[in-house]
């Protein structure tokens, strides 16, 4: 059995900086693809980031040069780093894995950007 939990949420002011964590527990084989995927009130839930199997990566345009997707293979964790936070940035942030055959999510993790 796979499980992701998210952690690393918060409240924080426009401009700071906040890392969110994604760690795995269970057998975790032949993971093709990491993502962060975020959804606001309302609204649908949409790509952050993405992290694939070569370390290639990918951004949502809206995010691109502040955010940064990155792993610890060996403590089995994702990251996420989250700079010039904005209040368009809040939302509840998932954390997302896929392998061949089977696809994962976390939980989830509120972070709120306001003054």
């Known amino acids: 059995q796979v499980q992701l939990v998210a952690s690393g949420g918060g409240l924080v002011q426009p401009g700071d900086s906040l890392t969110l964590s994604c760690t795995a527990s269970g057998r975790v084989l032949n993971i093709h693809d990491l993502a962060w995927y975020r959804q606001s009130p309302g609204k649908e839930r949409e790509l952050v980031a993405s992290l694939n199997s070569g370390d290639g990566t990918t951004y949502a345009d809206t995010v691109k040069g502040r955010f940064s997707i990155s792993r610890d293979r060996a403590k089995n964790t994702g990251y996420l780093q989250m700079n010039d936070l904005r209040p368009e940035d809040t939302a509840v942030y998932y954390c997302?894995?896929?392998?061949?055959?089977?696809?994962?999510w976390g939980q989830g993790t509120q972070v709120t950007v306001s003054s």
């Open positions: 997302f894995a896929a392998s061949a055959a089977d696809t994962y």
